[in-house]
């Protein structure tokens, strides 16, 4: 089970985005996270009159590792570190460690 998943709402810790929020996008296999409006990029884009793409220069997310990233707890407004327990139904779900209140219910 994965700490952070898509739709979660996270706090950048690290790099040129540091203190941001945003919500993640999704999540690649190799630990990093699209999160949106964190770590934009400028790409050119040439335009494609086959798929009706116009060209020019477009601003996107890129990907961001998850160790630079946390999930944010709305109780402290920082983020936080996360936990797994497992419930005595055999259901694993996550938990914010310094408040112990539980994420996914």
């Known amino acids: 089970m994965r700490k952070i998943k898509k739709g979660d709402d996270v706090i950048v810790l690290a790099g040129k ?3 941001k929020r ?4 999704s999540i690649t296999r190799d630990n990093r996270a699209y999160v949106e409006g ?12 086959m798929a009706g793409t116009p060209g020019g220069i477009i601003e996107k997310e890129a990907p961001i590792h998850i160790s630079n990233i ?3 707890n709305p109780d402290t407004g ?10 005595e139904d055999g259901k694993k779900v996550r938990y914010f460690k310094s408040t112990g209140k539980q ?3």
């Open 17 to 19: 985005d540091k203190g």
């Open 22 to 25: 945003g919500t993640v996008l």
């Open 38 to 49: 964190v770590n934009m990029v400028k790409r050119h884009v040439k335009a494609n009159p």
């Open 70 to 72: 946390a999930l944010f």
């Open 78 to 87: 920082k983020g936080d570190r996360v936990g797994i327990k497992i419930l």
């Open 103 to 105: 994420i996914d219910v």
